[in-house]
C-alpha cells in the first residue's frame, strides 16, 4: 500500500514570497490533516478535511494561508506572503473514516513532511 | 478541551535497557483512542502503538508497550532492550472519533537518546 506522498521535501524562499506544498493521501482515506511543526514542539493542526470539505481550519492563519482539497483526494496549501516565523516542517497525514472501518485503522498515516525555510 | 502532556522533554536509555516515557491527557469523552508515535531526524511519523480506550488490556508490540490508566488519564510507553534505533522524537497522541473525521492531539514530544 503506499504511503502518504508529499512535495517537495525542502524548500527555501525568501520572506514575503509565496510557496506551496501538495499532498496526496493514502487511497480511500477520506480524512487529511495538514500540521505545522516548529523545530523541537508536536505537530499542531492547521487544517482538517473531511473529503472535499473543511472540518477545522480554526488555527489556520487565514490572512496568509490557504488549503484546498478540491476533488476529495489530493491536498494543495499555500503560504502568501511568508514570513520568517513561517519556518518549520509542514506535516500532511491522512485516516480512514473510523465510522466506515468500525475502528480499526484509525491511526493518522504521516508523509515525509516538508521542511520550510525562509530567509 | 482535549490536552496531552508530556512532562519529560529529553530522555536517555543505556543500550539494552529500559525506559519508560510518560503522557496524560485530559478529556470528558468515554470512547477515545491513544496513540505513540515515533519521529527520527528522518521527520517522518511512524506509529510505534496503539490502545483503545475501552479495552482494559495494555497493548504491546514487541519491545514496546504501554501502561494505560484509564481513571487516572495516563497513557505511558515502556520501551525494553533498548537499541541505538530507537533514538527519536515520541508523540503521545489522543484521538477521538467524530461523525466529520477523527480528531488528534498531539503532546510537545519526549527526546529519547540511547546511548551505546
Known amino acids: 500500500e503506499a504511503g502518504v506522498a508529499q512535495s517537495p521535501r525542502y524548500k527555501i524562499i525568501e520572506k514575503r514570497q509565496s510557496v506551496a506544498f501538495w499532498c496526496n493521501p493514502i487511497s480511500g482515506h477520506a480524512t487529511l490533516y495538514w500540521y505545522q511543526q516548529i523545530l523541537g514542539q508536536g505537530p499542531k493542526l492547521l487544517i482538517q478535511?473531511?473529503?472535499?470539505?473543511?472540518?477545522?481550519d480554526s488555527q489556520l492563519p487565514k490572512d496568509r494561508f490557504s488549503a484546498e482539497r478540491l476533488k476529495g483526494v489530493d491536498s494543495t496549501l499555500k503560504i502568501q506572503p511568508a514570513k520568517l516565523e513561517d519556518s518549520a516542517v509542514y506535516l500532511c497525514?491522512?485516516?480512514?473514516?473510523?465510522?466506515?472501518?468500525?475502528?480499526?485503522?484509525?491511526?493518522?498515516?504521516f508523509g515525509q513532511g516538508t521542511r520550510l525555510t525562509v530567509v | 478541551a482535549q490536552t496531552v502532556t508530556q512532562s519529560q522533554p529529553e530522555m536517555s536509555v543505556q543500550e539494552a535497557e529500559t525506559v519508560t516515557l510518560s503522557c496524560t491527557y485530559d478529556t470528558s469523552e468515554s470512547d477515545y483512542y491513544l496513540f505513540w508515535y515515533k519521529q527520527p531526524p528522518s521527520r517522518q511519523m511512524i506509529l510505534v502503538i496503539r490502545?483503545?480506550?475501552?479495552?482494559?488490556q495494555n497493548a504491546t508490540e514487541n519491545r514496546f508497550s504501554v501502561n494505560f490508566q484509564k481513571a487516572a488519564k495516563s497513557f505511558s510507553l515502556k520501551i525494553s532492550d533498548s537499541q541505538l534505533g530507537d533514538a527519536a522524537m515520541y508523540f503521545c497522541a489522543y484521538m477521538v472519533r467524530e461523525n466529520t473525521g477523527n480528531q488528534f492531539y498531539f503532546g510537545t514530544g519526549t527526546s529519547l537518546t540511547v546511548i551505546p
Open positions: 497525514a491522512s485516516s480512514l473514516n473510523s465510522w466506515l472501518a468500525g475502528g480499526r485503522n484509525t491511526e493518522a498515516f
Open positions: 478535511f473531511q473529503n472535499n470539505g473543511v472540518v477545522d
Open positions: 490502545q483503545e480506550a475501552y479495552k482494559q
